[in-house]
């Protein structure tokens, strides 16, 4: 597998051949951060895109059509749309935390896309805490999210803030339970690790066998809630709240908080194949050493992506499956399914490597 | 709910929210319904229920068989359609009314097709020409007897069969339409 971090030090070593480190520093920041917008971006327009065709197919219909050849400029139009669309102040709201609200949003989702590791030697925050600072930043969309209910002073976003509120601190902790699972399977936190590790002795849905599958469909669950889609789309229920936290914004403000659920659902998909699927680790079956070779010769973010959009599409086939649950069925969902079998799963996973029952 | 046991009622959701997930994966791959209109103009079929403009059929000689009686004119309640007639005088030497111009107002028009049952003789109906928008708003204003056109000559027999006739004729003269208006189409 080709190392990433080849090409970085050599650029590092290159750039402070002609100025002095701190410059060096301060440019490959620049850059990452330039990296980081245009690949948000592009997913974005990959994601929105793919759900409307992903949705179209479910529902029987074929999807945007219209705008581009297959529809492909579709994505396009609507953000030019949404540009020039009248920033609507409203009376009495509190301008300065309603305007502030889609930044923290967008910051979380930022930070933790910055998180994930995209090929060997190509991450961009990696340290040895790194699942634990992805959980921590995960946490700011919350606060984001309650702002704009508290800011827009009108019935619709306050309720579907607190709704919001309680799913995402609920659902944090099973998300928490499932990657505490596999820290313990893999014996670090460090993410660039977990998946180097997998690379070594196979991927942790099949190295940790029943805890780990059990973790990775709790992981899926309380991911799709996290990111207020699917079956946990309460916060913004469009039958009986408009459009919940973000009924009050117009043009990109609801441009962002748009942007950023969707870029939610890839950074879960994207952890979810970090953690359990192997993230850029290739697919090895041990005794096939000609087909472990081809496989091999794939680049390591071909493998991360095709694992991550796996993801997805398991993600919107369950979207637009299952009917909205009620709010106390949500509560209890994760309260009296989700967590207790998820810490009983960390009980299993704590004896399968104490034994060394691990494939 | 809660005669069930805790883990056979995860098993029944586990086992409910599959079937659920199969089914839409069946949907996924199958033949989408959508009609893609402007491209699909010589498949598209609509059914002959359908009410879409109101239309005066006329044979091959140009002869409708409205005798401006008016009653379309009456039964109608939003007053879109405004029979002109007169006297004429025939060769043997009897007063008959005589259409002269048949407007319809597409625009007043809400299909409820209380003027087609009132036709004592059929010679009213509903197409299926549903390319009905215009720029114009005097566009929507139409005549429909034909230029030149006359009341088709009935047989004069036997006027107690009368009442069946329309009902029994309305039917075979729909066949023919539709194929003609989808001719148009293409």
Known sequence: MFDFSIVTKWFHSLLCGVMPEWTAIGIECLIVLLFIIVLYAILAIVLIYMERKVCAFFQCRIGPNRVGKWGLLQVFADVLKM???????????????????????????????????????????????GAFFFIAVSGIGVVGILLAGWASHSKY?????????????????????TMLTVIMLCGTMQLSEIVQQQADYGWNIVRGHVPAVLAFIIYLIAGNAECNRGPFDLPEAESELTAGYHTEYSGMGFGFFYLAEYLNLFICSAMAATIFLGGWAPL??????????????????????????????????????????????????????????????????????CLGLTL | MNNKSYLGGIIEAVKSLSIGMKTSLKVFFEKHETEQYPENRSTLHFSD?????????????????????GLCQM????????????????????????????????????????CVQACPHGAIR?????????????????????????????????????????????????????????????
């Open chain 1, 284 to 353: 090895m079956i041990p005794g096939l050493d000609g087909f472990n070779a081809v496989m091999a010769y794939i680049p390591g973010f071909v493998w991360f992506f095709a694992k991550a959009f796996f993801v997805v599409f398991l993600l919107m086939w369950i979207r637009w499956t299952f009917p909205r649950l009620r709010i106390d069925q949500l509560l209890s969902l994760e309260w009296k399914y989700l967590l207790p079998i998820s810490m009983f799963n960390i009980i299993l996973m704590a004896l399968v490597v």
């Open chain 1, 83 to 129: 540009l020039t669309k009248e920033i609507i102040k409203m009376r009495q709201s509190d301008r300065l935390l309603h305007d502030m609200a889609p930044y923290f949003v967008l910051a979380a989702s930022f930070l933790t896309f910055a998180c994930i590791p995209w090929n060997k030697g190509l991450e961009i925050l990696d340290f040895n805490v």
């Open chain 2, 75 to 114: 039964a109608c309640p939003n007053d879109s359609i405004t029979v002109t007639s007169e006297m004429v005088t025939t060769e043997d030497g009897k007063k008959k009314r005589q259409l002269v111009k048949y407007e319809y107002n597409i625009g007043q028009c809400m299909f409820c097709n209380l």
């Open chain 1, 157 to 177: 976003p306050i309720i579907g803030a607190m709704r919001s509120g309680a799913q995402l601190i609920s659902y944090e902790l099973s998300i928490g339970m």
């Open chain 2, 126 to 186: 509903f197409n299926q020409e549903f390319e009905n928008a215009v720029f114009d708003k005097n566009k929507l204003l139409m005549q429909l007897n034909q230029p030149g056109s006359k009341v088709e000559e009935k047989p004069k027999p036997a006027p107690a069969a009368k009442p069946a006739a329309p009902a029994a004729a309305a039917p075979k003269a729909e066949a023919p339409a539709t194929t003609e208006t989808t001719k148009k189409e293409e």
């Open chain 2, 49 to 69: 229920r359908n009410r879409f403009c109101l239309e005066m059929p006329h044979n091959d000689k140009n002869e409708h068989k409205c005798i401006a009686c």
